[in-house]
Structure formats: C-alpha cells, structure tokens
T-cell receptor
Framework: GESVGLHLPTLSVQEGDNSIINCAYS??????FIWYKQESGKGPQFIID?????DKRQGQRVTVLLNKTVKHLSLQIAATQPGDSAVYFC??????????FGGGTRLMVKP | DAGVTQSPTHLIKTRGQHVTLRCSPI?????VSWYQQVLGQGPQFIFQ???????GRGNFPDRFSARQFPNYSSELNVNALLLGDSALYLC??????????????FGDGTRLSIL
C-alpha cells in the first residue's frame, strides 16, 4: 500500500499501553471536532467526534478530550493494539461543513 | 451497507490534460465534499455540494469544478492539469449540510499522478 505521511510526527508505543495523540486547532469559533484514522492506501476512517459544548466523549477504547481555553484536542486509545498503527488526523469544522485537518501523527505499535 | 465509493482508484495523466473523478455517497447521504491530500499532509477542502448546489469552496483555482447529480453522486473535474495536481483526491459524504454537526465519511480516494 501507499504510505501516508512520510515526515509526520511519530508516536511509538508498546502493545497494550495507552496512547495519547495531541492536536492544536486554530479557530476558537470551531464548533465540532473529529478524529480520523488513516491506514496506508485508504481514506480517513471516522473514529470519534465531539461538539464544542462538551469537554470529553468516550467511545470503545477511545476518549476525546477538548480544552477550548487553549484550543487543544487529544485522542486517548486504551490498550493499544497493532491494528491501531496508522496516521491519525484531527479535524475542526469552521464555516458550513468544511473540515480543516491538522498535520497528522503517525502511531506505531510495537508488539 | 456500501460506504463511499470512488472511481477510478488510480489514474495517470500528462500535463495539460483534464480529468473527471467520480464519487457515490453512502445511501441516504445528501452532502458530498471533495478534498485533496498531498503526500505527507492532511486533506484540504476543495468543494461541498448539497442538494445539487455548491455550498462551499476552498482555496483552489477555477481549473477545479464539480457537480452533484439528482442521485447525489458527484464528479470532480480538473482542467489543464499541472504537476502539482498529483495527489489523492478524497470524497466524503454526510447526511446533511451545515446545519447540523454530522461526521463526514470518506472513500478510499483516487490517486492521480501527473507526468
């Protein structure tokens, strides 16, 4: 498959550990945020979203935290598995339905 | 249920040519957005269409155009191709347009290479 993100920041974790991926967003008026996972040769896959009136949302093995004061978003993955290895993007919704994506973080899980 | 489908998966063109990329949204989704993803970067917004009307446009030249059909499928057209147009072109669909916060779901894209 084709590699996505050849020069991205990389987070390397041991299988079974928890992972935290961070993202700074740009617009204080953004009201909706999404985390996507992108594997090599594929399109971004929706993981979890959060509205600006919330500061935490949990899914299956994932938690998103939103700090509007410092415009910071994080994705926590519990008990990281080899299948979690991918590039992770945060995206913010500004005007209309347009998403603005961050630069991405590559997560590598060591068995 | 089928997700967002895009065709073709890969395409090779030469400078100056034009290209048409196609997208079928998830059944029931009425909004389609197009993004360009250059290797090593996040996707960049090109267009959004909802109910066959353009609802948003990113910072791309007029060589880029799109349309949405009555069945909500969409085409992205790029004229006078440049080397810098080489990228992965992603289509995303969502239930509605801008009035509600709905996640966009992406297809696997069309890899366009310009020689």
């Amino acid at each position: 498959g084709e590699s996505v993100g050849l020069h991205l920041p990389t987070l390397s974790v041991q299988e079974g550990d928890n992972s935290i991926i961070n993202c700074a967003y740009s617009n204080s008026a953004s009201d909706y945020f999404i985390w996507y996972k992108q594997e090599s040769g594929k399109g971004p896959q929706f993981i979890i979203d959060i509205r600006s009136n919330m500061d935490k949302r949990q899914g299956q093995r994932v938690t998103v935290l939103l700090n509007k004061t410092v415009k910071h978003l994080s994705l926590q993955i519990a008990a990281t598995q080899p299948g979690d290895s991918a590039v992770y993007f945060c995206a913010e919704k500004k005007a209309g339905n347009m998403l603005t994506f961050g630069g991405g973080t590559r997560l590598m899980v060591k068995p | 249920d089928a997700g967002v489908t895009q065709s073709p998966t890969h395409l090779i063109k030469t400078r100056g040519q034009h290209v048409t990329l196609r997208c079928s949204p998830i059944s029931g989704h009425k909004s389609v957005s197009w993004y360009q993803q250059v290797l090593g970067q996040g996707p960049q917004f090109i267009f959004q269409y909802y109910e066959k009307e353009e609802r948003g446009r990113g910072n791309f030249p007029d060589r880029f155009s799109a349309r949405q059909f009555p069945n909500y499928s969409s085409e992205l057209n790029v004229n006078a191709l440049l080397l810098g147009d080489s990228a992965l072109y992603l289509c995303a669909s969502s239930l509605a347009a801008s009035t509600s916060n709905q996640p966009q779901h992406f297809g696997d894209g069309t890899r366009l290479s310009i020689l």
